[in-house]
Nanobody, 123 residues
Framework: QVELEESGGGLVQAGGSLRLSCVKS????????MAWFRQAPGKEREFASG????????NYEDSVKGRFTVSRDNAKNTVYLQMNSLKPEDTAVYYC????????????????WGQGTRVTVSS
């Protein structure tokens, strides 16, 4: 059974940076995807970024391209989200998610979630 644990959220001023981490535990078989979603108050959970664990290929939502970088550390079973040039509209709870199979961008395609970590960007 896969479990995820995020860390790294916090309060930052606009233009600042944060790095989120998500540690995966449990065995997996076959290809899988690790992704970051975010949910702002009153809004639907949306895809921010993801990585195909086997190939390292990545995907980004348009509003974070060029500012966010997703990466993985195989030895540590950890996926990271480096967030630079943060904006107030990035304020949300960020969730790490696991999907057995190839990358999808809709939250309903993911079966395992972390508890979420809050990111607040002040103007």
């Amino acid at each position: 059974q896969v479990e995820l644990e995020e860390s790294g959220g916090g309060l930052v001023q606009a233009g600042g940076s944060l790095r989120l981490s998500c540690v995966k535990s449990g065995r997996t078989f076959g290809p899988y995807t690790m992704a970051w979603f975010r949910q702002a108050p009153g809004k639907e959970r949306e895809f921010a970024s993801g990585v195909n664990w086997a190939t390292g290929s990545t995907n980004y939502e348009d509003s974070v391209k060029g500012r966010f970088t997703v990466s993985r550390d195989n030895a540590k079973n950890t996926v990271y989200l480096q967030m630079n040039s943060l904006k107030p509209e990035d304020t949300a709870v960020y969730y790490c998610a696991f999907r057995a199979g190839f990358m999808r961008t809709y939250w309903n395609e993911y079966g395992v979630w972390g508890q979420g970590t809050r990111v607040t960007v002040s103007s």
